[in-house]
């Protein structure tokens, strides 16, 4: 997915998953490099405060950003080792300077969630669709960043011009006696370019392609590692969106109208997502579950940024011993939300929740996530982990634990730093706990009840819902709704 860069299918010179090599290879002048990594410095900081979100996190997810000649233009390589690294060639960066680079870099990034959201490989294989990738992402890429014009190298335009695609398109179909379709209809989304370009009697080939990676003799276009990398920037921008970030939610929105809808694919991704929250969709009889999609919703203010104070509690009680009074400690702005997920190992758990969630939490970054099940009694475990401490796997959770019945003032003495689990106390301040139980239990009051999140399952007791103080709850169900 090199940025522009002429013939198709080149081969790169080096193994491109070879970090050391790509670095050792010929390298450019220290003053270039220098100067190269500063504009892809700058470039990204302006992505991060303004200019797109998604790709701000697209970013923080490749910390291997390379300079290398290895590469005549940029390309971000999906490895196989689940990172993908963004090798930019310094010299090409410097003539292109700031404002090109940052088009070069919306351009890669963008490149990966296309990737992403169209992944079938019919589609990947039919070079018209190569095409209308490149006239889409520079389309999207002239508008977000507000240009008129395609980077320059050396007073000539660099990359596919939409504009002048879209010239032949008209030109073709006036000459077959068919209606074209104007610029912006065109342009729409990214499946009506590809399915305009196809009515052409000679659909372009493209004059300068991305090298897609998926040659077998690179590093590879791995299509998990994309799936990891954009599925969780998304999330992220998501989360950043419901937290009340404007350019967050303008970008997902813009990017959903171009792509919900167009393949079944990209409506699945988004499903999957909830990312339906933004549009302020209701529940449609779809693959996901609307309480998912509340969930993102929920969790995103509960994990809300902002200062806490935290009770450090061994030196707490340390200095209480000493008769001192216990102190508050401040935390930085910068830290990790903690978040707790408690199960109910009583009840019958639907198939695929617990996964689900594992993924959900996993994805979301500047999270720290402590896993718990219960009944009687809390044990904290590892997802993954499971059968190992003695949770049954998804789907077949039953009164394994019987007799002892269930207690969700366990989880809340636990949470709470009153009682310990082999002796350890739980040391964090959580900013959520999400219980997923049917909801059978004495109620409780958590100290700070506006942190709870109650998932209670198919046949539950949601009685949270009408507590006092009334606590966030949803019913979990399942496909067959
Ligand atoms: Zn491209």
């Known amino acids: 997915m090199a940025y522009g860069t002429r013939a198709a299918g080149h081969r790169p010179v080096v193994d491109l998953a070879d970090r050391r090599a790509l670095e050792r290879w010929r390298p450019a002048e220290p003053a270039v490099v220098a100067e190269a990594r500063r504009l892809k410095e700058a470039a990204l900081l302006d992505f991060g405060l303004t200019e797109s979100v998604?790709?701000?996190?697209?970013?923080?997810k490749c910390p291997h950003q390379i300079?290398?000649?290895?590469?005549e233009t940029a390309a971000v390589v999906a490895?196989?080792?689940?990172?993908?690294?963004l090798l930019y060639n310094p010299e090409f960066f410097v003539r292109l300077g700031l404002e090109g680079v940052k088009f070069v870099l919306f351009h890669e990034a963008r490149h990966l969630v296309h990737r992403h959201l169209?992944?079938?490989?019919?589609?990947?294989?039919d070079p018209v669709f190569t095409l209308a990738a490149e006239v889409s992402i520079n389309h999207v890429a002239l508008v977000r960043l507000g240009r008129t014009e395609l980077p320059q190298i050396?007073?000539?335009?660099?990359g596919v011009d939409p504009r002048e695609i879209h010239e032949d398109y008209v030109a073709d179909l006036t000459a077959q006696g068919l209606d074209p379709l104007g610029y912006d209809d065109f342009v729409e989304t990214d499946m009506t370019v590809f399915t305009e370009?196809?009515?052409?009697?000679q659909p372009p080939v493209p004059a300068a392609s991305c090298v897609h990676l998926t040659d077998p003799g690179t590093a590879g276009g791995d299509q998990e590692t994309i799936d990891e990398v954009v599925s969780s920037s998304l999330l992220n921008s998501l989360l950043a969106a419901r937290r009340g970030h404007p350019g967050a939610e303008r970008e997902l929105l813009d990017l959903m109208d171009r792509t919900d809808g167009t393949s079944e694919h990209a409506s699945r991704v988004w499903g999957r997502l909830g990312a339906g929250v933004l549009r302020g969709e209701t529940p449609r009889t779809r693959k996901v579950d609307w309480w998912q999609r509340w969930l993102v919703d929920v969790l995103a203010s509960k994990l809300r940024e902002g200062e806490r104070l935290v009770y450090p509690k061994k030196r707490g009680a340390l200095l209480a011993a000493l008769g001192h009074d216990p102190m508050l400690s401040r935390r930085g702005?910068?830290?990790d939300k903690v978040l707790v997920i408690a199960y109910d190992t009583s009840g019958s758990m639907p198939d695929g929740v617990v996964s689900w969630l594992t993924e959900l939490v996993g994805a979301i970054d500047g999270v720290v996530a402590h896993w718990l099940s219960f009944d009687a009694v809390v044990m904290p475990f590892r997802p993954?982990?499971?059968?190992?401490?003695?949770?049954p796997p998804d789907g077949v959770w039953g009164k394994v634990y019987g007799g002892g019945g269930t207690s969700f003032q366990a989880v809340a003495d636990y949470v709470e730093g009153r009682t310990a689990v082999d002796g350890d106390h739980f040391e964090e301040i959580p900013d959520a706990v999400v219980m997923l139980t049917d909801g059978y239990a004495p109620h409780i009051t958590p100290a700070e009840p506006d942190k709870w999140i109650w998932l209670i399952t198919a046949g539950g007791d949601d009685w949270p819902d009408h507590h006092t103080p009334p606590m966030a709850c949803h019913r979990v169900t399942t496909g067959d709704r």
């Open 67 to 71: 300079p290398t000649t290895a590469v």
């Open 54 to 60: 998604v790709a701000s996190w697209i970013y923080a």
């Open 118 to 125: 169209f992944a079938d490989p019919e589609l990947r294989a």
């Open 197 to 201: 370009l196809r009515r052409m009697s």
């Open 384 to 391: 993954g982990e499971r059968s190992e401490t003695g949770v």
């Open 79 to 85: 490895g196989g080792d689940g990172s993908c690294p």
């Open 154 to 158: 050396d007073g000539r335009p660099t």
């Open 333 to 335: 702005p910068v830290r």
